[in-house]
């Protein structure tokens, strides 16, 4: 017998596989919306290719979607403000702002 369709609220996407110049096997970029310092070291927003969930991953992580980071760091904008800190003394900090995204560009490989 014949059951009515029912759409699960659930979205299964997926998730595209691909071998890396190295041999391993990593996923596709789609795009890189945000940038971060850890502990002093880079860490880029990443969106995945069929994710709705970014993660935040080392540059070591994107070796293999330089375009798509220098990309980015061409679409922000930075401003330098004075900030006071401990000791009366001020120092420069670099804000940097991103603009908007745009997802139509075609995605690449990461580990």
């Not at 860490?43 to 992580?61: A, C, D, F, I, M």
Request: charged residues 30%.
């Amino acid at each position: 017998m014949l059951k009515p369709y029912i759409q699960s609220d659930r979205l299964e996407q997926t998730i595209s596989k691909v071998r890396l110049p190295d041999g391993t096997e990593g996923e596709l970029v789609e795009d890189i919306v945000g940038f971060r310092r850890r502990k002093g070291k880079p860490e880029y927003h990443v969106k995945w290719l069929g994710q709705s969930r970014l993660t935040w991953e080392p540059l070591e992580n994107l070796q293999y979607v330089p375009d798509l980071v220098r990309n980015f760091h061409e679409r922000q904008t930075y401003e330098v403000v004075r900030q006071p800190f401990e000791g009366g003394h001020v120092r420069d900090v670099n804000l940097m702002s991103a603009t908007t995204h745009d997802y139509s560009s075609s995605a690449q490989a990461s580990p």
